[in-house]
């Protein structure tokens, strides 16, 4: 079972360039987010979708774009790379039932120079 | 605002032995849900134990179960007969129903190390 894949798994840029982490779940779930973790920081939420054409932000969204096109995709772009960008990012989906928990991705570690 | 508040950054416990990791919560919600993740050294993020706010008893899932008191709002996690694969990060989640996005609010994380 696939579950939530997160390409690519590492990723080191320079400062400014653009590009896009993508993430695919193959369960059908309404719910996408994307997460950024920081030490001593927990997962902050940077945005997410309850359904194809539905976007929005969440607590740490600049810098950042969205898009779902389809229920299974939502790549999350870099618009111009920063070194405060440098985290590790998880996309994660689950169903819209309250009790279901969300299934999350590997991740992505990305490093910002 | 809803917030999780984990106030323990570290925490070693002998194996075998039980260990509480502590979470509180702010919320104005009448409905909500809690979740406790495991992120090994490896990163991923594992799904460990899920508590309704109207659950009338603590969750349970095999050595995990939660000490749930909606008064004091706090949802502890309990590790019994703590083993070396243990050792990880754990997260405390909150999701508000009402928001009905799915999305969760997490805390800051406690490290557990389980000393042999």
């Known amino acids: 079972n696939a579950g939530v894949t997160q390409t690519p798994k590492f990723q080191v840029l320079k400062t400014g360039q653009s590009m896009t982490l993508q993430c695919a779940q193959d369960m059908n779930h309404e719910y996408m987010s994307w997460y950024r973790q920081d030490p001593g920081m927990g997962l902050r939420l940077i945005h997410y979708s309850v359904g194809a054409g539905i976007t929005d932000q969440g607590e740490v969204p600049n810098g950042y774009n969205v898009s779902r096109s389809t229920t299974e995709d939502f790549p999350l772009r870099l618009l111009s790379a920063a070194p405060s960008q440098t985290s590790v990012y998880f996309c994660a989906s689950s169903s819209g039932k309250a009790n279901q928990p969300q299934h999350f991705g590997d991740g992505t570690r990305l490093s910002i120079l | 605002a809803q917030k999780i508040t984990q106030t323990q950054p570290g925490m070693f416990v002998q194996e075998k032995e039980a260990v509480t990791l502590d979470c509180t919560y702010d919320?104005?919600?009448?409905?909500?849900?809690l979740f406790w993740y495991k992120q090994p050294s490896s990163g991923e993020m594992i799904f460990l134990i899920y508590?309704?706010?109207?659950?009338?008893q603590n969750a349970t899932e095999g050595r995990y179960s939660l000490n749930f008191q909606k008064a004091r709002k706090s949802a502890n996690l309990v590790i019994s007969a703590s083993q070396l694969g243990d050792s990880a990060m754990y997260f405390c989640a909150m999701r508000e129903v009402s928001s009905n996005t799915g999305k969760l609010i997490f805390g800051q994380g406690t490290t557990l190390q389980v000393k042999p």
């Open positions: 508590q309704g706010s109207y659950d009338e």
């Open positions: 919320t104005s919600d009448q409905s909500y849900g």
